[in-house]
């Protein structure tokens, strides 16, 4: 295991930390006694987890450490801190009045996940060839996934996360038309044909 791949292991450990941490603040909260201390804990644990894909891939490339383990599992950290963050977000509040994730929000990144990942399994059975090529539409949903969580955790602004939400939701659907419309067009494809790029 390189040390790239170690950071990257170290990062899905941090998820259920935050996870802990965030699901105390929110049941403080509930109890009517915010320990904002937990708050910018949590925060800096989410924040230290999401420095740390940047951190991985660039020693990864730099000092050559580039490894098979190291392809498969960093895209899971990402998206498990990911999740995880919108899951936990959305089933405790982090402010007064409902200050949370939306539940369809969540639901919407879980079945969109979901799919795609049945898709790709479908491919891999059926023996069609699959390369991973990411879309635009998907960066910029992981992008605005990523600030409506911020937008959460930071409460800068006070107006309700539904709207950073909203904008996210549009994205998530996009790019989950996309890339189902790359998979059934891969689908199509002779097994034996050239690889493609999903």
Same mark, same amino acid.
């Given at each position: 295991?390189?040390? +790239?791949s170690k950071i990257t292991v170290a990062r899905i450990l941090l998820v259920p930390v935050f996870a802990v941490l965030a ?25 230290? @987890?999401? +420095? ?7 020693? %990864? ?9 190291? %392809? *498969?599992?960093?895209?899971? +950290?990402?998206?498990l801190l990911l999740l995880t963050g919108i899951i936990t977000l959305s089933l405790v509040d982090w402010g007064e009045n ?8 969540? +639901? ?12 790709? %399994?479908?491919?891999?059975? *059926? ?14 949903? *992981? ?25 996210? %939701? ?10 189902? /419309?790359?998979?059934? /067009? ?6 034996? @044909? ?5």
């Amino acid at each position: 295991m390189t040390f +790239a791949s170690k950071i990257t292991v170290a990062r899905i450990l941090l998820v259920p930390v935050f996870a802990v941490l965030a699901i105390y603040y929110g049941k403080s909260i509930e109890e009517g006694h915010p320990k904002e201390w937990l708050r910018w804990w949590a925060l800096g644990v989410f924040i230290t @987890a999401a +420095a740390s894909d940047g951190l991985d891939g660039w020693i %990864a490339r730099r000092f050559n450490q580039r490894s098979k383990f190291g %392809a *498969t599992i960093d895209p899971i +950290a990402d998206k498990l801190l990911l999740l995880t963050g919108i899951i936990t977000l959305s089933l405790v509040d982090w402010g007064e009045n409902g200050w949370r994730i939306p539940l369809w929000f969540s +639901a919407l990144v879980i079945v969109r996940d979901f799919i795609i990942l049945g898709g790709c %399994a479908i491919l891999h059975y *059926t023996n069609h060839s699959l390369k991973v090529k990411p879309h635009w539409s998907g960066k910029v949903c *992981t992008v605005t996934q990523m600030f409506a969580l911020g937008w959460v955790m930071l409460r800068v602004v006070p107006f309700d996360p539904i709207y950073p939400c909203i904008v996210a %939701a549009i994205f998530t659907l996009w790019s989950g038309y996309v890339y189902l /419309r790359r998979g059934l /067009r891969r689908l199509k494809d002779s097994p034996d @044909a050239q690889a493609g790029s999903l």
